[in-house]
């Protein structure tokens, strides 16, 4: 398999294909993600609805599939934390006395797959998708998954990685592959 491009986000930094294209001095994911979203003028509005997770996945994603037509291009993303983060924040709003109020829109981001719905929608793919939860990265097995999508025909391309966010540690590696 031939890796494309590859995308990374940690630390405040966004790096494609080895090179710096949006770094920042804010400390919090959020704050963050919203400079990059604004500096490198993305226009999906549904970003800002987005829980953390979708955003990072969301960003490492455009990075890689920008404006190009991707219905054929699959999705395999995994992490460690699967939603923990929005999963916490969700409860919270349930055990609170004095703001009871469990939004059914962050309901929504209490799966970790959701992240792989909001991509798969905004480039209107229409292939396989998957999510997976383990204890580290294991690109071997990633792409040992991603190797029998591409031989079946079922896709094209896929867009592969690891996208893990828990509180204001995030790490997000993407990359696509084709045969």
């Known amino acids: ?8 986000i940690e630390n405040a930094q966004i790096i494609l294909n080895h090179k710096i294209i949006f770094e920042s001095e804010l400390s919090s994911f959020s704050d963050f993600a919203k400079e990059a979203y604004k500096n490198l003028e993305l226009n999906y509005p549904k970003f800002h609805k987005m829980d953390n997770l979708s ?3 969301f960003l490492a994603s455009e990075m890689i599939l920008k404006n190009d037509n991707h219905s054929k291009t699959a999705l395999v993303f995994a992490n460690k934390s699967s ?19 469990p939004s059914p829109a962050v309901f929504v981001y209490t799966l970790p797959n959701i992240c792989v719905g909001e991509i798969s929608i905004k480039h209107k ?3 396989e ?4 939860v383990l204890d580290e990265f294991d690109e071997e097995f990633l792409n040992s998954y991603v190797a ?6 079922k896709a094209e391309k896929v867009l592969c990685g690891w996208v ?4 204001e540690s995030y790490k997000a ?6 045969l």
């Open 173 to 178: 590696f993407v990359y696509l592959l084709t």
């Open 129 to 132: 998708n998957a999510f997976f």
């Open 164 to 167: 893990e966010l828990y509180q």
């Open 83 to 101: 939603s923990l983060d929005t999963d916490f924040k969700y409860q919270e709003s349930i055990n609170s006395q004095e703001n009871y109020f």
């Open 148 to 153: 029998q999508i591409l031989q079946s025909g």
């Open 1 to 8: 398999m031939k890796k494309l491009h590859v995308c990374t």
């Open 125 to 127: 793919m229409q292939t």
């Open 55 to 57: 955003k990072l996945a």
